[in-house]
C-alpha cells in the first residue's frame, strides 16, 4: 500500500469533498455542514494545502491559514495508518519555513484528534467555549505545536487522525 502527502491541487478538490462527506457521517466533523463545501475547504486566508494519498486515492486533507491548523481531517477507512500525524507534519513544516509557530483548536469532545494532538508533542494552552452560530456554544481547546520536534518524528508514527 502506497501512501504518500502531497501538496492539494485544485483537481484535488471533489476528491476531498467526498472524503469530508464520509468524515461528517461517520464523526461529525465539521461540526455543520458547510453550504459550499469546496469553498469551505478554501477559505480566506489559505497559505497552503496538503492532501494524503492512499494508492492514488485521496484519504485526507490539512490546510495552513496563517498561524492555525485547519481542514485536518482523515478518512475513516484510513484512520491508524499515521496519515493525521504526517499532514499535521506538513503543515508544521511549512509554518515552521514561515517563521510561525502553528495553533489549532479542537473541539473537547474529539478525544482521538486530541490523543493524536497530544501524541505528537503539541500542548494544550487553553480552553473557552465558543458561539458557533444561532446561539450554540461548543467548547473548544486551543493547541500549540510544541518546539523542536525532529523533522522524522512522525513518518513512523503508528497512529493517526
Not at 489549532?104 to 473557552?128: N, P, Q
Not at 458557533?132 to 461548543?138: A, P, R
Amino acid at each position: 500500500m502506497t501512501r504518500m502527502i502531497r501538496r492539494r491541487h485544485n483537481g484535488d478538490l471533489d476528491a476531498c469533498v467526498a472524503v469530508l462527506a464520509e468524515v461528517h457521517t461517520h464523526s461529525g466533523y465539521p461540526h455543520h455542514w458547510p453550504d459550499d463545501p469546496a469553498r469551505w475547504l478554501t477559505p480566506d486566508g489559505l497559505t497552503a494545502a496538503w492532501v494524503a494519498e492512499t494508492d492514488g486515492r485521496i484519504a485526507g486533507h490539512a490546510a495552513l491559514c496563517g498561524p492555525e491548523v485547519s481542514r485536518l481531517y482523515v478518512a475513516p477507512a484510513a484512520r491508524g495508518a499515521g496519515l493525521g500525524g504526517r499532514l499535521l507534519r506538513a503543515v508544521e513544516t511549512e509554518a515552521a519555513a514561515r517563521g510561525l509557530r502553528p495553533v489549532l483548536e479542537v473541539k473537547t469532545t474529539d478525544a482521538s484528534a486530541i490523543a493524536l494532538y497530544e501524541r505528537l508533542g503539541w500542548r494544550r494552552r487553553g480552553t473557552e467555549r465558543q458561539e458557533w452560530g444561532s446561539g450554540e456554544w461548543v467548547t473548544v481547546h486551543r493547541y500549540e505545536a510544541g518546539a523542536g520536534r525532529p523533522a522524522d518524528a512522525v513518518a513512523g508514527e503508528p497512529g493517526g487522525a
